[in-house]
């Protein structure tokens, strides 16, 4: 079993950062990989950014890149999301979510591959 909680959540002006981070327990895999995604209201839940824990590969959406930065501390406990350059297209909450066994390396962005998921923390970028 895999438990993970975000942090970091809040509100923010248009242009500011925010790092988000998610504290992972129990047992993973080397070949697991580790994903943030996120829900806008009224939208479906959307890939944002993920890393694998062997080699920290990362893949972003082309939305966020160049803008956000996903990475992992060598003790693979915890997950983060580094925000930058905030804009109002950026509300909603943000997941920690964990692809436990991983599929040959690939970091992928469809949510029901993966088995595991945080509660969530509202991020909300004003204009």
């Known amino acids: 079993q895999v438990q993970l909680v975000e942090s970091g959540g809040g509100l923010v002006q248009a242009g500011g950062s925010l790092r988000l981070s998610c504290a992972v327990s129990?047992?993973?895999?080397?070949?697991?990989?580790m994903a943030w995604f996120r829900q806008a209201p009224g939208k479906e839940r959307e890939f944002v950014a993920g890393i694998r824990w062997t080699d920290s590969s990362t893949r972003y959406t082309d939305s966020v890149k160049g803008q956000f930065t996903i990475s992992r501390d060598n003790a693979k406990t915890t997950v983060a999301l580094q925000m930058n350059s905030l804009k109002p297209e950026d509300t909603a909450v943000y997941y920690c979510?964990?692809?436990?066994?991983?599929?040959?390396?690939?970091?992928?962005?469809?949510?029901?591959?993966?088995?595991?998921w945080g509660q969530g923390t509202q991020v909300t970028v004003s204009s």
């Open positions: 129990g047992r993973t895999f080397s070949s697991t990989v």
């Open positions: 979510a964990a692809d436990l066994a991983g599929y040959y390396g690939l970091v992928r962005r469809t949510p029901n591959v993966y088995d595991y």
